[in-house]
C-alpha cells in the first residue's frame, strides 16, 4: 500500500511521540548494551588514516557516541527525538543534529563511516531507497555504512507505538545493491546463539571509492 505524505508525517510524528514519552527509561534499557561487536565491525573496515569522521545514525541518549569519541575519532550524533539530542550532548560532549530519517539534510562526501544500528527499520520501505542514497552521499567514496535492524519477512506496520519494516537478508541486500553499496559481511546477533534466537540481523558495506 503507498503511503501518501500524510501517511509519513503521523508515521514520524506518532514514532517520536513514543521515545520522547519514554526516552528516560529507554536510556535506563539501553545504557549496558554490549554492542562492541557491532562498532568492531565499522571500524575494521574503514581503511583511511584514524580519527575517523563517524555518523551516529539515530545516536539516542549517546551511548555510543561516547565509546567512538572514547576510542579517539570524531562522532557527530543524529536523532529526531528532542530529549535524547539533549541527553546525547550532555553526556559525550559530542555535536548532535536533530534531525528525523525523513527529513534528512547531510552534508555530501562528510564521514568515513555511518553507525545505524537499530535505526533504519524505522524508515518505511518505500521511503528506504531514498534514505540509503542520501546515506551514500553522505559518505566519503570507500566509507562504510554498518546497519543492524531485528529481521522479518519484509513485513512492516506498527509495533508498541512504534513503526518498523522488518527485513530479511535477501530483501536488505537489494535495498542496499539498488542504493549504490558493496556488501562487506554480515552477521546475526545476539552472537553465539541458534539462529531462532538471533532476531538481529547486521550488514556492513562500502560505498565504492
Known amino acids: 500500500m503507498k503511503l501518501d505524505p500524510e501517511d509519513l508525517a503521523k ?12 526516552a528516560e527509561a529507554f536510556a535506563a534499557n539501553t545504557r549496558g548494551h554490549d554492542v562492541t561487536q557491532n562498532i568492531a565491525a565499522l571500524m575494521r573496515h574503514i581503511h583511511v588514516e584514524p580519527p575517523y569522521d563517524i555518523l551516529d545514525l539515530g545516536c539516542g541518549p549517546g551511548r555510543d557516541l ?17 530529549s535524547f539530542v539533549k541527553m546525547a550532548r550532555a553526556a559525550s560532549g559530542c555535536e548532535v543534529w536533530h534531525q528525523d530519517f525523513l527529513q534528512l539534510s547531510l552534508p555530501a562526501e562528510r564521514f568515513d563511516g555511518i553507525f545505524a544500528n537499530a535505526v533504519l527499520f524505522h524508515v518505511p520501505g518505500q521511503e528506504l531507497p531514498r534514505v540509503l542514497r542520501e546515506l551514500w552521499s553522505a559518505l566519503r567514496p570507500g566509507g562504510v555504512l ?7 519477512g519484509n513485513q512492516e506496520g506498527w509495533n508498541r507505538g512504534r513503526y518498523g519494516a522488518y527485513h530479511d537478508l535477501e530483501g536488505w541486500r537489494a535495498l542496499m545493491a539498488g542504493a549504490g553499496f558493496e556488501e562487506l559481511e554480515h552477521y546475526y546477533r545476539p552472537d553465539g546463539l541458534p539462529r531462532d534466537q538471533q532476531p538481529w540481523l547486521a550488514t556492513v558495506w562500502r560505498r565504492p571509492g
Not at 68 to 82: I, S
Request: proline letters at 6%; charged letters at 15%.
Open 146 to 152: 554498518f546497519c543492524s535492524n531485528p529481521r522479518g
Open 66 to 82: 561516547m565509546a567512538f569519541a572514547a576510542l579517539g575519532h570524531r562522532p557527530v550524533g543524529l536523532d529526531g527525538t528532542h
Open 11 to 22: 508515521i514520524t510524528a506518532l514514532t517520536l511521540a513514543n521515545y520522547e514519552e519514554n
